[in-house]
């Protein structure tokens, strides 16, 4: 198992781009989330999708979209990059709320974004 | 809503000693999990332990274990027999009822040689 993988691992964009942070998880979860993480902070979410096809606000969503497109895929979105969005992303899974490991988050490696 | 506060930003301690890491959190719920997180220079974030609130027993992972004060709303987390690989950000985390994982800011554990 490859566990949770996020494409690309570093990316720079100047103000105005746009770009899609891609993540794939192979455990069956059925959540799954996306976080930043600025320097001197933990992370903090921006959006989550509970099960296939909802998809709902954390903490920071402003200036992001995101999409799940499968139960295996999670992608988020920028659509006109910001320097305030200079972070590292971090894409997680979680498997349903009964069973094994149930309420806990599994990370994939992140992704540093830098936005000029 | 819920906060979780690490106090210490940063320790150290010599490698094969033991050290311990405070975490504190608000909550007004009854049913929670905590998790302790670590982060390596890699940023990778992995799961070093993790606590369901209606267990009384404390858990335990190898050389890691917590203290798990309900009452007083206290998480710690003890490292024994420091390794220099333990060296990282360690992130203390609650989960409620909500999906999402609230985070203290992290403490940078050195162990030294």
Known sequence: NAGVTQTPKFQVLKTGQSMTLQCAQDMNHNSMYWYRQDPGMGLRLIYYSASEGTTDKGEVPNGYNVSRLNKREFSLRLESAAPSQTSVYFCASSPALTGTGRGTQYFGPGTRLLVL | ?113
């Open chain 2, 1 to 113: 809503a819920q906060t979780v506060t690490q106090s210490q930003p940063e320790m150290s301690v010599q490698e094969a000693e033991t050290v311990t890491l405070s975490c504190t959190y608000d909550t007004s719920e009854n049913n929670y999990y905590l998790f302790w997180y670590k982060q390596p220079p890699s940023r990778q974030m992995i799961l070093v332990i993790r606590q369901e609130a209606y267990k009384q027993q404390n858990a335990t992972e190898n050389r890691f274990s917590v203290n798990f004060q309900k009452a007083a709303k206290s998480f710690s987390l003890k490292i024994s027999d420091s390794q220099l690989g333990d060296t990282a950000m360690y992130f203390c985390a609650f989960k409620g009822g909500s999906e999402k994982l609230v985070f203290g800011k992290g403490t940078k554990l050195t162990v030294n040689p």
